[in-house]
């Protein structure tokens, strides 16, 4: 089992950044994949960014390539979406997942572990 806790969400005008920080607690930390994703009313969740164990490895979606970067600290078993230039259309419930894997996905029914999530508000 592993246990995740999103915090850093929030209200920002457009331009400005937030950074989102996921705490995990249970299985080793280190050996998790984990991944950002985010849901915006009535649209399906959607994948926005994932960070092997190693850290080696983090692919994004094509919409915050450039904006967006997920990084890790192990030794605080935490994982961070540091998102700058932020759009209107950012706007959503971000949640962290976590999957014990050497596999780096961007499915999220491929993540069996799920934070409650985080709101972030972007306005124009």
């Known amino acids: 089992q592993v246990q995740l806790v999103e915090a850093g969400g929030g209200k920002v005008q457009a331009g400005g950044s937030l950074r989102l920080s996921c705490a995990a607690s249970?299985?080793?930390?280190?050996?998790?994949?984990m991944g950002w994703f985010r849901q915006a009313p009535g649209k399906e969740r959607e994948f926005v960014a994932a960070?092997?164990?190693?850290?080696?490895?983090?692919p994004y979606a094509d919409s915050v390539k450039g904006r967006f970067t997920i990084s890790r600290d192990n030794a605080k078993n935490t994982a961070y979406l540091q998102m700058n230039s932020l759009k209107p259309e950012d706007t959503a419930v971000y949640y962290c997942?976590?999957?014990?894997?050497?596999?780096?996905?961007?499915?999220?029914?491929?993540?069996?572990?799920w934070g409650q999530g985080t709101q972030v508000t972007v306005s124009s």
């Open positions: 960070i092997s164990s190693s850290g080696g490895n983090t």
């Open positions: 249970g299985r080793t930390f280190s050996s998790v994949i």
């Open positions: 997942a976590a999957r014990q894997s050497i596999v780096v996905v961007t499915t999220p029914e491929l993540y069996p572990y």
